[in-house]
């Protein structure tokens, strides 16, 4: 027997640490390990409720409309607030284009280079001013054999990289464009969320910005861009990448619960992409009642699972047998993969056809089974099909705006109340629970995405989604982990979220 250990995890958002026991070539038992606490949810008792979208948002920089969301809709279930429909219509515009630049993050800066030979450019011979300019940089870093400040290609794990030039120059060229396209879906969610990230806008009953013809058509331009380079370049290269690795359909799978909360809400109380729990295939209508949190492996007070509304945050740092900050999320006692791939085969599974048709053609130009789909490949391709739809439905939001209408709805103090506020952050399911008591904050608790997919071992021993689809991976000797690392990233870890 021998242990593997990817510690730090890099290109990913947080400290995450990786440990598996490898059994005669392959995975037979990993954990997954949250390194850091935070305690934001202590930080916000005792404080006006209205603080609570602002603080939250900063649990991550990477997804904080998605934070700003789900605490709104906690704090609108507690006071009674409703957003008006243009409020609705401005949060779905700022948090899509929050997905559109998040799921770009993910493939090209995060998960790309793990299938790319980033060190093939030093033979390119072409002219391109960026890429002479990248050439120089690489080449530095393999001549001092150390990372130069903020290098953000080298080094790399040992591996199985392509040997095409073609490929692999041209897959660094579309890393360096990503950056470009990032950018201008921050801009569009800037419009109305009114700066990126940590939108100043978003409050309890809508959304502060308005309405005005110009910021929707300069949306409007800015999508066309994204949308050209979805369709022309990041999905043909997540195909790619498919067709060149096609092990990775076998790797990484799950096998388990799929779980989604419903994204995008489209009218009070209804969701474009709808909420559910698919198991063993079969779809169950979602009851957020069957939510627990577990402790048993994780740094905290020990005690039986809770609700999030009776949740609490008190850390044990030496408490014997835990072995991670993050804890154990279970559905009716179900460990829950969430996520852009729970997402669909949910909307899937509950009757909608343009995602089933997405789903197919997908698989079909990957050249994939339908089973690929619950793989590390499956997690891709799902990412860039999803990016492909809702790019296409923020045009239907845009087109449904109503320009001099209210974006915002009257608001009135309540000094009681608890809230459940339920979102779908690019990366899974999230939910905020909290109470108002004497008109301050008395509770207040996340269950974030990574938390889900990256928990540790639940009260019954049973492993967490990331540490279940690592079990059977292949390690080869002389890659350091490489095969570990393809598959933890396809999850799209935000361990400053899970130890929130």
């Known amino acids: 027997m021998a242990k593997v250990v990817l510690d730090p995890v890099t290109r990913i958002e947080g400290h995450l640490r990786i440990e598996t026991e490898v059994v005669g070539g392959r995975v037979a038992e990993a954990r997954s390990q949250g390194e850091m606490f935070r305690g934001l949810e202590a930080l916000l008792l005792g404080r006006d409720p209205l603080d609570a979208p602002v603080i939250t948002q900063r649990i991550c920089g990477v997804c904080p409309v998605s934070h700003a969301i789900a605490s709104c809709r906690g704090l609108e279930a507690a006071l ?229 509304k009776e949740g609490e945050t008190r850390p044990d740092v030496g408490r014997a047998g835990a072995y991670s900050w993050l804890k154990a999320p279970r559905y009716a006692g179900r460990p829950c993969e969430v996520g852009p791939l729970a997402r669909l085969v949910v909307a899937r599974a509950a009757g909608s056809e343009p995602v089933r048709d997405a789903l197919g053609r997908g698989l079909a130009e990957a050249r994939l089974p339908a089973t690929a789909l619950d793989s590390a490949l499956g997690r891709h391709l799902a990412r860039a099909i999803e990016a492909h739809l809702v790019a296409a439905r923020l045009e239907t939001w845009l087109g449904a705006l109503q320009p001099g209408q209210p974006s915002v709805g009257a608001y009135a103090r309540k000094a009681t109340g608890v809230g459940e506020g339920l979102a779908e952050a690019p990366r899974g399911a999230l939910g905020h629970w909290l109470e108002v008591r004497e008109g301050k904050l008395a509770r207040y608790q996340c269950v974030v995405p990574s938390t889900w997919n990256f928990s540790p071992r639940g009260d019954d021993g049973t492993p967490g989604p990331v540490e279940k689809a690592l079990a059977g991976t292949p390690v080869h000797p002389d890659r350091g982990g490489l095969e570990v690392a393809r598959v933890v990233r396809s999850f799209d870890p935000c361990i400053a979220c899970a130890v929130h």
């Open 80 to 308: 009674g607030l409703s957003p008006p429909a243009n409020g609705r219509l401005l949060r779905s515009l700022v948090l899509g284009a929050n997905y559109l630049q998040s799921h770009v993050l993910h493939f090209y800066q995060l998960s790309a280079l793990d299938y790319v030979d980033v060190e093939a450019v030093l033979a390119y011979g072409g002219r391109d001013p960026v890429l002479v300019d990248l050439k120089r940089w690489v080449r530095a870093e393999v001549a001092s054999n150390r990372v130069l400040p903020a290098a953000p290609l080298l080094p790399r794990l040992p591996g199985d990289y392509p040997a095409d030039p073609a490929f692999n120059v041209g897959a660094v060229r579309h890393y360096l464009e990503a950056l470009e396209i990032r950018q201008e879906a921050h801009r569009m969610a800037a419009l109305f969320g009114g700066k990126m990230p940590h939108p100043s806008s978003l409050v309890p009953g809508g959304v502060t910005t308005g309405v005005s013809a110009e910021a929707v058509e300069d949306y409007r331009t800015r999508l066309r861009r994204v949308r050209r380079f979805i369709e022309n370049t990041y999905l043909p290269d997540v195909f790619e990448v498919a067709r060149r690795f096609p092990a990775y359909a076998g790797l990484g799978r799950w096998g388990g619960a799929l779980l989604s909360f419903g994204a995008f809400e489209e009218g009070t109380g209804a969701t474009w992409l709808p909420g559910g729990v698919v198991v063993g295939g079969r779809i169950e209508p979602l009851d957020t009642g069957k939510i627990r949190e577990e402790v048993g492996t994780s740094r905290y007070a020990a005690g039986p699972p809770r609700h999030p």
